[in-house]
């Protein structure tokens, strides 16, 4: 067990439609990850927040957006979904922001399985 | 974004065989990470390197963070069933704050 948890597991929504993924951090850890995983594909970064505060963004669409909430849990939410959103998304934590001599190493949750139909 | 170059892409074994996997940049990391994934679940971390040169071992599991930090080394001695699965090499660069995963390596072990 990483420590990591996300909810809900398994998501089935329409196209068109929103959702919220939520993701709770290892206990200690203050950098929150989000990333994308297609059938067969690797993980791809979206953004991180550290301690409340977006760090850095990567390849996340317009129609995502994050945040990281006083207590650190995290939210990620998708709009205007489309069939091309299916995938699993994993969130990971980690202590520090990844800009010291250490890196902390991200710990992974057990993702959320998201399909569009 | 970028990924990191990790190959093989897969590899078939016998049990008991050695397994050799890397992973490759043109940029410089300063922190290289294995991870094992198993299916419909999140990525597990193996090892974690920081400095050049760095050997580090987990059981039969060895990493190297490679001389020139553009490289990492992943093997497992004796392979076992259990070490099915996908292997990601992820590494941070000293210029950001991002996690770049590479394209993984899909292990397969026959008893």
């Known amino acids: 067990d990483s420590g990591v948890t996300q909810t809900p597991k398994h998501l089935i929504t329409a196209t068109g439609q929103r959702v919220t993924l939520r993701c709770s951090p290892r206990s200690g850890d203050l950098s929150v990850y989000w990333y994308q995983q297609s059938l067969d594909q690797g993980l791809q970064f979206l953004i991180q927040?550290?301690?409340?505060?977006?760090?850095a963004k990567g390849n996340i669409l317009e129609r995502f957006s994050a945040q990281q909430f006083p207590d650190l849990h995290s939210e990620l939410n998708l709009s205007s979904l489309e069939l091309g959103d299916s995938a699993l998304y994993f969130c990971?934590?980690?202590?520090?922001?990844?800009?010291?001599?250490?890196?902390?190493?991200?710990?992974f949750g057990n993702g959320t399985r998201l399909t569009v139909t | 974004g970028q990924q990191l170059n990790q190959s093989p892409q897969s590899m078939f074994i016998q049990e008991g065989e050695d397994v050799s996997m890397n992973c490759t940049s043109s940029?410089?990391?300063?922190?290289w990470l294995w991870y094992k994934q198993d299916p419909g679940e999140g990525p597990v971390l193996l090892i974690a390197?920081?400095?050049?040169?760095e050997l580090t071992s987990n059981g039969r599991l060895t990493a190297q963070f490679g001389i020139t930090r553009k490289d990492s080394f992943l093997n497992i001695s004796a392979s076992i069933p259990s070490d099915v699965g996908i292997y990601f090499c992820?590494?941070?660069?000293?210029?950001?704050?991002?996690?770049?995963f590479g394209t993984g390596t899909s292990l397969t072990v026959i008893p």
């Open positions: 990971a934590s980690s202590l520090n922001p990844g800009t010291g001599d250490y890196n902390s190493p991200l710990h």
């Open positions: 390197l920081y400095k050049a040169g």
């Open positions: 940029s410089i990391f300063n922190t």
């Open positions: 927040y550290y301690n409340g505060e977006e760090r």
């Open positions: 992820a590494g941070l660069k000293n210029t950001g704050n991002q996690f770049y």
